[in-house]
């Protein structure tokens, strides 16, 4: 009887090591076949993901994965995402970037470029409407007490950052000198801000706000820029820092290809994004600057 006792007890643990076992494969083969994308919610998410849907179906046939897309409700989101593991790529902004970086090991690996070949650059812009009389930042500066202001996110480049920057150097205590500070959740959103007079002056850059002129959201004669940042390096593509290096090598290549070998794909994708004309490979110092500016303003 002692001996059937032990030989159940044995027959159980190795059932029980056998069930662990085939668990930690099926794991391991998941991370191993399946890539998890995000993207930094700061337009319209389900539109963006629709617009990745031939780029997603290219890159899965060149690096040979399969993607799932990891949806968030904010900037701070992906990059907590990626920290624990539950993201692997993520089409970051610049500031979004350095704090993934920061607190996620993320790794810049591509980022937008020009016809060139060279790493692109956009512009951070600040809107008002034309009900509220300003005409320059200078006006802003005055009249700041009475004044809405609107930024994007906490974590955006242009839609925070940048801007917040900008006007901490022309002597405006952002924190302080303002009737009231919103924190819109999108560029689109923050454009309609203003639009809606819901706010005197909304930060964005150049790409969502010409997209929706083209659209008929706004008209420029009632929603028009007051100011416009120096040129920002072009958002990157980051990767967990612990990823395969074989795996960031082929996903390297297969953007670098990306406008040669499906150039459909990459155009619809860039309607919504950066209406970039080529990838290149970059790393952490390209964004060196927006990390210079981020510490200058205490934001990491």
């Given at each position: 009887?002692?001996?059937?006792?032990?030989?159940?007890?044995?027959?159980?643990?190795?059932?029980?090591?056998?069930?662990?076992?085939?668990?930690?494969?099926?794991?391991?083969?998941?991370?191993?076949?399946?890539?998890?994308?995000?993207?930094?919610?700061?337009?319209?998410?389900e539109g963006m993901i629709e617009a990745f849907g031939p780029t997603k179906n290219y890159l899965e046939k060149e690096v040979g994965v399969s993607i799932e897309m990891y949806k968030a409700t904010d900037?701070?989101?992906?990059?907590?995402?990626?920290?624990?593991?539950?993201?692997?790529?993520?089409?970051?902004?610049?500031?979004?970037?350095?704090?993934?970086?920061?607190?996620?090991?993320?790794?810049?690996?591509?980022?937008?470029?020009?016809?060139?070949?060279?790493?692109?650059?956009?512009?951070?812009?600040?809107?008002?409407?034309?009900?509220?009389?300003?005409?320059?930042?200078?006006?802003?500066?005055?009249?700041?007490?009475?004044?809405?202001?609107?930024?994007?996110?906490?974590?955006?480049?242009?839609?925070?950052?940048?801007?917040?920057?900008?006007?901490?150097?022309?002597?405006?205590?952002?924190?302080?000198?303002?009737?009231?500070?919103?924190?819109?959740?999108?560029?689109?959103?923050?454009?309609?801000?203003?639009?809606?007079?819901?706010?005197?002056?909304?930060?964005?850059?150049?790409?969502?706000?010409?997209?929706?002129?083209?659209?008929?959201?706004?008209?420029?004669?009632?929603?028009?820029?007051?100011?416009?940042?120096?040129?920002?390096?072009?958002?990157?593509?980051?990767v967990r820092g612990d990823l395969d290096p074989s795996l960031v090598s082929k996903l390297q290549q297969a953007f670098l290809d990306l406008p040669a070998k499906d150039p459909a794909a990459m155009e619809?994708?860039?309607?919504?994004?950066?209406?970039?004309?080529?990838?290149?490979?970059?790393?952490?110092?390209?964004?060196?600057?927006?990390?210079?500016?981020?510490?200058?303003?205490?934001?990491?």
């Amino acid at each position: 009887m002692r001996g059937k006792k032990i030989f159940a007890f044995l027959s159980l643990a190795l059932v029980l090591v056998m069930g662990v076992a085939g668990c930690s494969s099926t794991d391991s083969g998941k991370k191993g076949n399946v890539l998890s994308v995000a993207f930094v919610p700061s337009e319209d998410l389900e539109g963006m993901i629709e617009a990745f849907g031939p780029t997603k179906n290219y890159l899965e046939k060149e690096v040979g994965v399969s993607i799932e897309m990891y949806k968030a409700t904010d900037y701070t989101a992906v990059v907590e995402a990626m920290r624990t593991g539950s993201v692997d790529m993520a089409f970051f902004g610049p500031f979004s970037y350095i704090l993934a970086a920061e607190r996620a090991n993320a790794k810049a690996i591509i980022g937008g470029g020009t016809e060139e070949g060279k790493l692109g650059v956009y512009h951070s812009i600040m809107l008002t409407n034309k009900d509220t009389g300003l005409k320059s930042m200078e006006d802003v500066k005055k009249r700041s007490k009475e004044l809405a202001l609107s930024f994007v996110d906490p974590a955006s480049t242009s839609g925070h950052l940048i801007p917040r920057g900008y006007m901490e150097s022309i002597g405006i205590s952002v924190d302080k000198d303002f009737r009231e500070i919103i924190f819109a959740g999108g560029h689109d959103a923050s454009i309609l801000a203003v639009h809606a007079r819901n706010v005197d002056i909304a930060a964005t850059w150049e790409g969502p706000y010409e997209r929706a002129c083209e659209g008929g959201l706004v008209d420029k004669n009632d929603v028009f820029v007051i100011w416009k940042s120096d040129g920002i390096p072009k958002s990157p593509i980051a990767v967990r820092g612990d990823l395969d290096p074989s795996l960031v090598s082929k996903l390297q290549q297969a953007f670098l290809d990306l406008p040669a070998k499906d150039p459909a794909a990459m155009e619809k994708l860039e309607k919504m994004w950066e209406k970039n004309k080529s990838y290149v490979v970059v790393s952490d110092s390209d964004y060196e600057f927006v990390r210079q500016v981020a510490k200058g303003l205490g934001q990491i």
